[in-house]
């Protein structure tokens, strides 16, 4: 499968990632950040479809500190490919068997209940190994974590087991993308809480972490030690009222080509349940990408792709490896022409927000939704 993706990269449908927009995001990033704050990426599900080897090989040279994942299997595949960078898991683990690679592959787990650090406590300790771990409190996202309320209590529970080193206390934030304030703000303050009753017993406090991309851009004071960047790497903001704190670019293009071109006489109905009928002759492409390669098939009859710097609608359901376009606005067009998706031609551009909003769905979404059908074709300049 990888031997034929390789040799047919470009020839049938393709993503592109441009590696420069994920360097440049980086540095924008970085000097957005108060100084002392570490960027951690988050390139969990393959680095949102952008392939996480080549992704966090290029965002460490270009400054990132660590790395977060969301399963073991995605932080051994970055070990096996030599990556040194600390790596947190951010799912929670709970079996002696994934404890022990955890240990092989040198891995940073998250705790989040007195059971979990019990289980690993001991495991550790059979195996007479230690281990950086990462705390995580639920402030209010009721995710992952022990309650805030208990947080004291945990923080003193783990402190117990010696083969337990805390490396981070760390919360996630729930509503960081709203325009609403009120609940992060609610988080913020009962994360503080709990930091600064540690504080009074005298414990040493670890680096704290408690924003994502949102949480990020909207307000500074929650950049603590390190933030968990995820979306806004990849060059996609997460809220539309947070596009004027730094410019980012959208590394990721999906691209197809012309299959077919054919013309329609008036009546005719396109794909399967005819839910275009051709109004008048009508000049349509058949484009080799469909569903299976994760192009949803809800935007059937509601997406544009672009074609020689114009926009052109996408026509009639999609189906599983082939979409139809009008090109009747296109005389000169030919088989195996390059179309695309998502992406900017000019001064023509489709993002993942565009396909988000027209489906009801989320752009994180959009990004996690491209298969491995699809080779991911590194672009080093744009
Ligand atoms: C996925 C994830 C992030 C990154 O979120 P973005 O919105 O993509 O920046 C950060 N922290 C945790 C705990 C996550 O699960």
Same mark, same amino acid.
């Given at each position: 499968?990888?031997?034929?993706?390789?040799?047919?990269?470009?020839?049938?449908?393709?993503?592109?990632?441009?590696?420069?927009?994920?360097?440049?995001?980086?540095?924008?990033?970085?000097?957005?950040?108060?100084?002392?704050?570490?960027?951690?990426?988050?390139?969990?599900?393959?680095?949102? $479809?952008?392939?996480?080897?080549?992704?966090?090989?290029?965002?460490?040279?270009?400054?990132?500190?660590?790395?977060?994942?969301? %399963?073991?299997?995605?932080?051994?595949?970055?070990?096996?490919?030599?990556?040194?960078?600390?790596?947190?898991?951010?799912?929670?683990?709970?079996?002696?068997?994934?404890?022990?690679?955890?240990?092989?592959?040198?891995?940073?787990?998250?705790?989040?209940?007195?059971?979990?650090?019990?289980?690993?406590?001991?495991?550790?300790?059979?195996?007479?190994?230690?281990?950086?771990?990462?705390?995580?409190?639920? %402030? $209010?996202?009721?995710?992952? $974590?022990?309650?805030?309320?208990?947080?004291?209590?945990?923080?003193?529970?783990?402190?117990?087991?010696?083969?337990?080193?805390?490396?981070?206390?760390?919360?996630?934030?729930?509503?960081?993308?709203?325009?609403?304030?009120?609940?992060?703000?609610?988080?913020?303050?009962?994360?503080?809480?709990?930091?600064?009753?540690?504080?009074?017993?005298?414990?040493?406090?670890?680096?704290?972490?408690?924003?994502?991309?949102?949480?990020?851009?909207?307000?500074?004071?929650?950049?603590?030690?390190?933030?968990?960047?995820?979306?806004?790497?990849?060059?996609?903001?997460?809220?539309?009222?947070?596009?004027?704190?730094?410019?980012?670019?959208?590394?990721?293009?999906?691209?197809?080509?012309?299959?077919?071109?054919? %013309?329609?006489?008036?009546?005719?109905?396109?794909?399967? $349940?005819?839910?275009?009928?051709?109004?008048?002759?009508?000049?349509?492409?058949?484009?080799?990408?469909?569903?299976?390669?994760?192009?949803?098939?809800?935007?059937?009859?509601?997406?544009?792709?672009?074609?020689?710097?114009?926009?052109?609608?996408?026509?009639?359901?999609?189906?599983?490896?082939?979409?139809?376009?009008?090109?009747?606005?296109?005389?000169?067009?030919?088989?195996?022409?390059?179309?695309?998706?998502?992406?900017?031609?000019?001064?023509?551009?489709?993002?993942?927000?565009?396909?988000?909003?027209?489906?009801?769905?989320?752009?994180?979404?959009?990004?996690?939704?491209?298969?491995?059908?699809?080779?991911?074709?590194?672009?080093?300049?744009?």
């Amino acid at each position: 499968m990888n031997h034929f993706s390789t040799q047919y990269q470009q020839q049938r449908a393709w993503v592109n990632i441009n590696h420069q927009a994920l360097v440049d995001n980086v540095q924008a990033l970085k000097s957005f950040l108060n100084p002392h704050t570490q960027l951690m990426a988050v390139i969990k599900a393959d680095a949102y $479809g952008h392939g996480a080897v080549k992704v966090a090989q290029t965002i460490l040279q270009s400054g990132v500190d660590s790395l977060a994942i969301a %399963t073991l299997p995605e932080g051994i595949e970055l070990r096996e490919a030599g990556i040194l960078a600390p790596i947190m898991i951010l799912g929670a683990i709970n079996s002696i068997e994934q404890i022990k690679d955890i240990v092989k592959y040198n891995l940073e787990p998250t705790l989040c209940t007195p059971h979990q650090a019990f289980i690993f406590g001991e495991t550790l300790a059979q195996l007479n190994a230690t281990l950086s771990v990462h705390l995580k409190l639920d %402030t $209010g996202m009721s995710r992952l $974590g022990t309650h805030w309320h208990n947080g004291i209590d945990f923080v003193n529970y783990i402190q117990q087991f010696p083969q337990l080193h805390i490396s981070s206390i760390y919360s996630h934030l729930a509503t960081a993308d709203d325009v609403d304030t009120t609940v992060m703000k609610l988080q913020h303050s009962r994360f503080e809480e709990v930091i600064s009753a540690l504080k009074a017993t005298g414990v040493d406090i670890p680096r704290l972490h408690l924003a994502n991309s949102a949480g990020t851009l909207c307000d500074r004071t929650l950049h603590y030690d390190m933030v968990r960047v995820g979306l806004a790497l990849y060059g996609i903001y997460p809220a539309p009222h947070l596009h004027d704190t730094i410019k980012l670019q959208p590394a990721l293009e999906v691209k197809a080509r012309i299959t077919q071109i054919k %013309t329609l006489s008036p009546g005719t109905g396109v794909s399967y $349940g005819h839910t275009f009928k051709c109004d008048q002759a009508t000049k349509i492409a058949v484009v080799g990408i469909g569903y299976a390669d994760g192009i949803p098939r809800l935007l059937s009859n509601k997406m544009k792709v672009i074609i020689r710097g114009k926009f052109a609608d996408q026509i009639g359901n999609i189906t599983m490896d082939q979409l139809m376009l009008n090109i009747t606005d296109f005389p000169d067009l030919e088989v195996e022409e390059t179309v695309t998706l998502l992406g900017k031609e000019g001064d023509l551009e489709i993002t993942a927000d565009d396909w988000a909003n027209s489906i009801g769905t989320i752009s994180w979404e959009i990004l996690c939704s491209f298969k491995h059908r699809l080779p991911r074709v590194v672009i080093e300049n744009s």
